[in-house]
């Protein structure tokens, strides 16, 4: 399978500050997709972002699936944005699997 | 449109007891994934599928089985149950066609599970 590591795997930050998480993959990738995980284990739908670069409010995601990594950035962290993110990858070939990253641990304090 | 859905949201049980939980799709999706998510193992895919037919199968047991009704709603079932079965058990759908876009996966809320 493919292997996802995400770095670092936690971080904490005061309200304010900017951040940005990391996901490396060990082989090509059709389709590549950011989560954030609620308190109540609920994964949401940040990005689908197989390459190029998107912008959704304070958060943002570029990948370059030619050096096979990904990046989620934070800007102007608010306490909301306290969470587990995941980043997810499958192959054309793998019929509906996601391959996970570990995650990353995000701690946001007023 | 109303997301994916899944029921019950917690379950407690004991061992040797067996367990089935549903997951309706986003309407019109046609895949429905399944995965286990432990502190230990993190997130791990269970299987897969479209059409009523699995595609795809991650390394658990046999013990865990499942199928998809011609609706797309599909149940999972987990027999024997054993203390390391405690998880979350998340469901996700997609449309699944042509072009990337169509394999983005949406998740549901989860079912919590704890075998006592």
């Known amino acids: 399978g493919i292997q996802v590591e995400q770095s670092p795997p936690d971080l904490i930050l005061q309200e304010g500050a900017n951040s940005t998480l990391r996901c490396n993959f060990s082989d090509s990738v059709n389709n590549l997709q950011w989560f954030h995980q609620n308190p109540w284990g609920q994964l949401i739908n940040l990005f689908y972002i197989p390459s190029g670069t998107k912008q959704n409010g304070r958060l943002s995601a570029t990948t370059v699936a030619t050096e096979r990594y990904s990046l989620l950035y934070i800007s102007s962290s608010q306490t909301t944005d306290s969470g587990v993110y995941f980043c997810a990858v499958d192959r054309g070939s793998t019929l509906g699997r996601l391959y996970f990253g570990r995650g990353t641990q995000l701690t946001v304090w007023p | 449109k109303a997301g994916v859905t899944q029921t019950p949201r917690y379950l407690i049980k004991t061992r040797g007891q067996q367990v089935t939980l549903s997951c309706s799709p986003i309407?019109?999706?046609?895949?429905v994934s399944w995965y286990q998510q432990t502190p230990g193992q993190g997130l791990q895919f269970l299987f897969e599928y479209f059409s009523e037919t699995q595609r795809n199968k991650g390394n658990f047991p046999g013990r865990f089985s499942g199928r998809q009704f011609s609706n797309s709603r599909s149940e999972m079932n987990v027999s024997t149950l054993e203390l390391g079965d405690s998880a979350l058990y998340l469901c996700?759908?997609?449309?699944?066609?042509?072009?990337?876009?169509?394999?983005?996966?949406?998740f549901g809320p989860g079912t919590r599970l704890t075998v006592l």
């Open positions: 996700a759908s997609s449309l699944v066609g042509s072009g990337n876009a169509y394999n983005e996966q949406f």
């Open positions: 309407s019109g999706h046609r895949s």
